[in-house]
Every structure is written in structure tokens, then in C-alpha cells.
């Protein structure tokens, strides 16, 4: 049975289908999970932010530690 939170998620995602290389930031466990899936399917050039100042250059995964994020910083004094 598929549920209200998967068709949302589904729905979040398909907002940004062909939208080129925009900044997703997205705020709920929802949305966060719409912006991923995008990423992961057909918007690879989506850019994703955790809402403070951190750039994901890979999809950082849903549960658990990211073991994947780097942080892409426009200044020197950036910290990781």
C-alpha cells in the first residue's frame, strides 16, 4: 500500500524535474526526502543545502551518519 508521505515525497520531487541547476533547501522530513529523490533520479544538477551555509556535492543519505558529505565552501575560512 503506498502512503500519504510517499505520494508527497513523489510530488516534491517532481517539482524540480527540469528545473537545471537550482538550490534545494529543504526544511520537514518530507520535502528533504522529495529534494533527494530529485537528485537521485532526474535532476542530478540539483544543488542541495542542509538550511544553514553546507553545500552537499553528493546526495547524503536519508538515516544514520553522512559518510558521503563534503562541503563545498565560497570562502577560505570554511570549516568541515
Request: proline content about 8%; charged content about 20%; glycine content about 8%.
Amino acid at each position: 500500500m503506498i502512503t500519504r508521505s510517499e505520494v508527497a515525497a513523489t510530488a516534491c520531487a517532481d517539482l524540480f524535474r527540469g528545473s537545471g541547476a537550482i538550490l534545494a533547501s529543504s526544511f520537514g522530513v518530507v520535502p528533504t526526502i522529495g529534494v533527494r529523490l530529485a537528485r537521485l533520479t532526474h535532476a542530478p544538477e540539483l544543488l542541495l543545502s542542509d538550511g544553514d551555509a553546507t553545500l552537499f556535492a553528493d546526495t547524503p543519505p536519508s538515516t544514520g551518519p553522512s559518510r558521503v558529505r563534503r562541503v563545498i565552501c565560497p570562502t577560505r575560512n570554511c570549516s568541515s
